[in-house]
């Protein structure tokens, strides 16, 4: 069961463009991570979300817990070619010390 | 900064061989993760420990086992590799802090099986 759906799967844009990636669950987490994963790398942690409503700002990108702790978005604003990457989110179950990990969206920022 | 280390980047092995793959953190991190990346799949847990000694089944063990003897070092072990092993296998450890329980993740191994 795939209890963290990303989307889009794959997004490229031009540069300067704005972009919207959303994380959506059934599913209520104790927090949400955001990680952005360029080809033959791990993955880096960008940010954790705990609070529901939180929103994080982190440099051009935006990022939001829902409400009810069951969805987040990431909002790059005027996206560069150095944005270009696979970005996962990860939930952490009340009582879990395992991640839930959704699949991934590819972006690809074109200069 | 977290330093998570695997001990190799690339890894070619022949099918039935014995594989090691090391990781090691510095930070002093209670938790240690094992995972699989592949494409269309996303990353899959295959097993972690949460102490020393200590270790569970992720979702997909089978064909792998583990050793953690040490705090700083968890190592994943292909007892006889075989070819749908290839993939890239990435290590992670967290505090074990329970709410905001961020991984961290090293830089991964990609791990091909003739």
């Known amino acids: 069961t795939q209890l963290l759906e990303q989307s889009p799967q794959f997004l490229s844009i031009q540069e300067g463009e704005n972009l919207t990636v959303y994380c959506n669950s059934s599913s209520v987490f104790s927090s949400l991570q955001w990680y952005r994963q360029e080809p033959g790398e791990g993955p880096v942690l960008l940010v954790t979300?705990?609070?529901?409503?939180e929103v994080k700002k982190l440099k051009r990108l935006t990022f939001q817990f829902g409400d009810a702790r069951k969805d987040s978005s990431l909002h790059i604003t005027a996206a560069q070619p150095g944005d270009t990457g696979l970005y996962l989110c990860a939930g952490n179950r009340a009582g879990s010390y395992q991640l839930t990990f959704g699949k991934g969206t590819k972006l690809s920022v074109i200069p | 900064d977290v330093k998570v280390t695997q001990s190799s980047r690339y890894l070619v092995k022949r099918t039935g061989e014995k594989v090691f793959l090391e990781c090691v953190q510095d930070m002093d991190h209670e938790n240690m993760f094992w995972y699989r990346q592949d494409p269309g799949l996303g990353l899959r847990l295959i097993y972690f420990s949460y102490d020393v000694k200590m270790k569970e089944k992720g979702d997909i063990p089978e064909g792998y086992s583990v050793s953690r003897e040490k705090k700083e070092r968890f190592s994943l072990i292909l007892e006889s590799a075989s070819t749908n092993q290839t993939s890239m296998y990435l290590c992670a450890s967290s505090p074990g802090t329970g709410l905001r329980d961020e991984q961290f993740f090293g830089p991964g191994t990609r791990l091909t099986v003739l």
């Open positions: 979300v705990v609070t529901g409503g």
